[in-house]
């Protein structure tokens, strides 16, 4: 007989691992007790040695689904507690030291649950268990216990703290657990909130979204605006409210088999639909998408597609396909698709309480479906899609957050404030690294909130104080004012880091390498370390430590950060320099400043330039007449990719591109053989394919002058999959070992990360 004391850390809490290991013990016979403590999950048994040792190794090998045991340490004694039987002990306070689940997509069995009518909980759209639900965007603070959620107002009911008592029980200290009849409740409003009469607030909206009303639903972690997404008033109407002309929206369905009419896809794309993490996947659009759902994704290849996560979205798909009996429904193709999209009017974060939908959402929903269990933490839909032989994220928050990142090295506390546009905050506790939900871009009040309130609720949970904060080079920047009066504040130093060595080290860290690389940092503008916006680099990075190898010729800007809303600009700034100024009023007659922008450059007058890849994007949109205004961010760009998509590969162009004696790289060709081309799909697979060709002969160069063979792709313009694809095989084919962003995106949601990684390094190195 021996006794062991054994500890386990990781994401442990939430997720059904107490009751696990209370069945397990169990089974092996085995006395003793588990529970909950600041640094995961702790236990201790007695028993013979052979089944004491097999409960160690089954927690490692059997956890359940929603786990991730990061270790399992154990010391063993001869037995003399005595201990009895086997309980489940009251959790236990201290120094944080482990984290919290995200939340998960309702599980089968609760699915089961929800549409069986001899059910207690048939219909009710709060239903969960230890392996499905909410957590993160419901909990204040740890250990995970029901006292620290926002269910803390919501007493269980006799059956429900039952099965909330009894070990064997699917609910088993499920800590959201409830009920109709002690749960929480739905309510449904008009657009004036007036309280909707009526036993069946899901039957109110479903009614109204199938008259062709916007309906805003609070869900998970936020609100959506929803409606029929093959209406297509109903689609124009919400974009006219949200001021979203052309931006794509995601579409929600069914399941796998709803999806297809509308996109194209393969096993892989399915399975990560299907993901209890339930991203939004951006799809080929197929014929039938761009003809049923013809306002979804203007202009784009790729569509949004998502499946239901909350137990209220099946309840909508319930109303609308008319009730069907039994289950099978759920498995049948749908012929119906609604639109998701996030309730957030202006650029403003997630709307995610009632107070916060009077006010903003107003004049964009007709009614609003809602209910009492309150959001602690907003938290947006992830964004995925498969890229090469992986998936990878175009935004990570809901399903993913606040997952911890493994740096590899340690070090104390650091906070680090992350960019400008889709801001993320990183907070770090020894080797781990904690990046925030996406936040979003900082020109707004509600976003420069969130990113406070994110700040303080990630130091909170994870009982973390920083002791050093990082943050962009750009003073501008409210990330970076942000950062410097926190530290003032707390009286912490401050490390200012390169916005494209942030890009390089994130990557660098997310594979656990420290030693020397080739960076590729590729986006639209970061402040370079000489003052000029940088934005086309190739980097030697080693740490804390980055040399400029070399960059992309710089183009001019007429008119600032304006010419990266208009590429007209950016086109005619091209045209001016192949001494074709005549033909920019010509080509651009709906541009009432065409003349101005002439005058602009003749005078270099507000005329910056940029070593930026995002502008050469731009530039070649404009002048292959693809967009002259962008309605979003990245738009050019993604009209771009999407015509080289539709229409296939081609050969590169012959001298599409300069390498100069100063190791820079000059597409300049490119786009003035692009000023002729009058087939824009030819033009863009042109420019795709040139800069690929390019880029990877330039990056083999400096890996030949250096000796370093393995190379970090960095920054936004790695969201394009076609060059990333191509740039990735090419480089791979010549012996280079290619990293690219997997746990983060590749745009500035991983700077954080990034900056965190960096000054970590400078803190080790006494820098």
Request: hydrophobic share 45%.
């Amino acid at each position: 007989m021996i006794h062991a004391q054994i500890r386990v850390s990781g994401q442990v809490q939430g997720v059904g691992f107490r009751p696990f290991v209370y069945r397990l013990a169990h089974e092996l016979g085995l006395a003793g007790w588990v529970r909950n403590d600041s640094e995961g999950v702790e236990i201790a048994v007695e028993g013979d040695r052979p089944q004491v040792m097999r409960l160690i190794e089954r927690l490692q090998s059997e956890p359940p689904v929603l786990a991730r045991v990061e270790k399992v340490t154990h010391d063993l004694a001869q037995a003399t507690t005595g201990l009895q039987g086997f309980t489940i002990a009251e959790s236990r306070n201290g120094k944080v030291l482990t984290g919290i689940a995200p939340d998960i997509a309702i599980c089968a069995d609760c699915l089961a649950e929800l549409f069986d009518p001899a059910d207690r909980r048939y219909r009710h759209a709060f239903i969960n268990c230890i392996q499905c639900g909410p957590r993160y965007t419901l909990t204040a603070r740890l250990p995970y216990d029901r006292a620290n959620t926002s269910m803390a107002k919501f007493r269980q009911c006799p059956a429900c703290q039952q099965e909330y008592d009894t070990p064997t029980s699917r609910r088993f200290h499920a800590q959201p657990n409830a009920c109709p009849e002690c749960g929480p409740r739905l309510s449904m409003f008009d657009a004036h909130w007036n309280l909707l009469a009526g036993n069946d607030p899901v039957a109110i909206a479903a009614a109204r979204i199938g008259a062709g009303e916007v309906v805003a639903v609070k869900g998970i972690g936020g609100f959506h605006l929803v409606c029929d997404a093959r209406n297509v008033a109903a689609v124009a109407r919400l974009r006219g409210g949200k001021q979203r002309e052309e931006k794509p929206f995601a579409v929600m369905v069914l399941n796998a088999a709803s999806a297809r009419p509308y996109a194209q896809f393969r096993e892989q794309d399915a399975a990560l639909l299907q993901t209890g993490e339930r991203p939004i996947v951006l799809l080929r659009q197929s014929a039938g998408g761009e003809r049923e759902l013809p306002g979804i994704a203007p202009g784009l290849s790729r569509i949004g597609l998502m499946l239901p996560y909350a137990p209220l979205h099946y309840l909508l798909f319930h109303e609308l396909l008319g009730r069907p009996a039994g289950r099978d429904w759920l498995q049948q193709g749908a012929p119906l698709a609604l639109v998701m999209t996030s309730a957030n009017p202006g650029g403003e974060p997630l709307v995610k309480d009632d107070s916060e939908a009077r006010l903003s959402l107003s004049g964009l929903a007709d009614a609003f479906l809602t209910h009492d269990r309150d959001i602690l933490h907003r938290c947006d839909d992830s964004v995925m899609k498969w890229q090469g032989i992986a998936p990878a994220f175009v935004r990570r928050a809901r399903g993913y957050t606040p997952r911890r990142i493994v740096l590899p090295f340690e070090g104390p506390p650091v906070l680090a404030c992350g960019a400008w546009l889709k801001n993320t905050v990183c907070l770090t506790r020894g080797n781990e690294a904690f990046v925030s939900q996406h936040i979003g871009d900082l020109d707004h009040a509600g976003a420069r909130l969130m990113l406070e309130e994110t700040v303080a609720y990630l130091g909170d949970i994870l009982g973390v104080r920083p002791e050093a904060v990082a943050h962009d080079l750009h003073p501008d920047f409210y990330s970076t004012q942000f950062a410097q009066a926190y530290a003032a504040q707390h009286k912490l130093p401050m490390m200012a880091v390169q916005h494209h060595h942030a890009h390089i080290a994130a990557v660098c860290a997310e594979h656990r390498i420290t030693g020397p690389v080739l960076g590729l940092a590729l986006d639209g503008v970061g402040l370079g370390s000489d003052g000029s916006a940088w934005g086309g680099e190739l980097l030697h990075v080693d740490g804390t430590h980055f040399q400029r190898f070399g960059h992309l010729a710089p183009l001019t800007l007429p008119g600032g950060d304006r010419a990266a809303r208009e590429p007209w600009r950016m086109a005619a700034a091209v045209l001016f320099d192949m001494q074709r100024a005549g033909e920019i009023v010509r080509r651009f007659p709906g541009q009432g400043g065409a003349e101005m922008v002439v005058g602009m450059l003749q005078r270099r007058l507000n005329c910056v330039t940029s070593s930026s890849m995002g502008r050469y994007f731009d530039a070649a949109a404009g002048l292959l007449g693809v967009s002259e205004v962008q309605g979003y961010e990245g738009q050019a760009a993604m009209l771009l990719e999407s015509l080289a998509e539709r229409h296939g590969k081609v050969a590169p162009l012959a001298l599409g591109y300069i390498h100069t004696a100063q190791s820079d790289l000059d597409f300049r060709p490119l786009l003035i053989a692009l000023a002729d081309c009058k087939d824009a799909a030819y033009g863009a697979a042109l420019f795709h394919a040139t800069l690929a060709e390019g880029l990877c002969t330039w990056v083999l160069r400096a890996a030949g002058r250096s000796g370093i063979d393995r190379v970090a792709l960095g920054g936004g313009c790695f969201l394009n999959g076609i060059l990333t694809q191509a740039l990735s095989d090419s480089l791979s084919a010549q012996g280079l070992h290619v990293l690219t962003a997997q746990q983060l995106p590749p745009n500035d949601g991983a700077i954080s990360f990034g900056q965190a990684s960096i000054a970590l390094q400078r803190i080790n190195q006494g820098a």
